[in-house]
């Protein structure tokens, strides 16, 4: 499956960006998701994660209170919602699916099987 992520920008910092990724087959929904980024010189980093039902969620210790990762069934969507972001937030955040049922949310960027392209989050002081 291919993974689209949408939704980054340049936003100064205290503001708020919504990220979204979506699936070529329509069902993202049916995988455990996550959001990582990836600032530069830096490693990819979690940032969130879904398991496949839904719930629950896993949040960084970072971004806790701040994002909030949920599924949007209507558009068959995984989004990311980012609020009083911080320079230090900016990154290249991507999404990743996971062939996986049940309650298990994924934290570590292998466990992944699926990888969208990429998108840009920049956050200006």
């Known amino acids: 499956v291919q993974l689209q992520a949408s939704g980054g920008g340049l936003v100064q910092a205290g503001g708020s960006l919504r990220l979204s990724c979506a699936a070529s087959?329509?069902?993202?929904?049916?995988?455990?998701t996550g959001w990582f980024r990836q600032a530069p010189g830096k490693q990819r980093e979690f940032v969130a994660a879904?398991?496949?039902?839904?719930?629950?969620?896993s949040h960084a210790n970072s971004v806790r209170g701040r994002f909030t990762i949920s599924r949007d069934n209507a558009k068959n969507t995984i989004d990311l919602r980012m609020n009083n972001l911080k320079p230090e937030d900016t990154a290249v955040y991507y999404c990743?699916?996971?062939?996986?049922?049940?309650?298990?949310?994924?934290?570590?960027?292998?466990?992944?099987?699926?990888w969208g392209q990429g998108t840009q989050v920049t956050v200006s002081s």
């Open positions: 087959d329509g069902t993202v929904s049916r995988y455990a």
């Open positions: 990743a699916a996971k062939d996986s049922g049940g309650s298990a949310v994924y934290t570590e960027a292998v466990q992944y099987d699926y």
């Open positions: 879904i398991a496949w039902r839904g719930s629950p969620t």
